[in-house]
């Protein structure tokens, strides 16, 4: 037996290697296909990027949320947690929430220590926080 030809025989590496490439093709090919399939792609929305200013009255006992800029987004998608009851935003506006829009003076609940924008995704699956402000 001759050890210098075991290190130069290469005549089984490429039929090894091609094995491993068509194997992972058909895995995500598969895991792509799935997908699609179970409708787990459809459920993607991403969050909106927006700003918010909180106004505190002088007694530090109601706030009045403000949208600053960014996105407009639909008010059935936000809610504000913080106050006496996690409410839904309220501007007498029923298509969006733009820039410069406000809510009407929320009271905010003696427990809270922060109050919170939240947005929530259209199908409820996910919510995020968009903005939050500490209770003076």
Known sequence: M????????????SPVIGVILMVAITVILAAVIGT???????NVQSTPTTQFSFDYTSNGNDVTITHDGGDSINP??????GVDTTVAWSTGSD????AGESTNTLTISSSANEVRV???AEGGGSSQTLASSEVP
């Open 118 to 120: 939240i947005w929530t």
């Open 76 to 81: 059935a998608r936000l809610s504000v947690n």
């Open 36 to 42: 699609f399939v179970l409708g787990l792609g459809d």
């Open 2 to 13: 001759n050890i210098k030809q075991l290190f130069n025989d290469d005549s089984a590496v």
């Open 95 to 98: 298509s969006s929430v733009s």
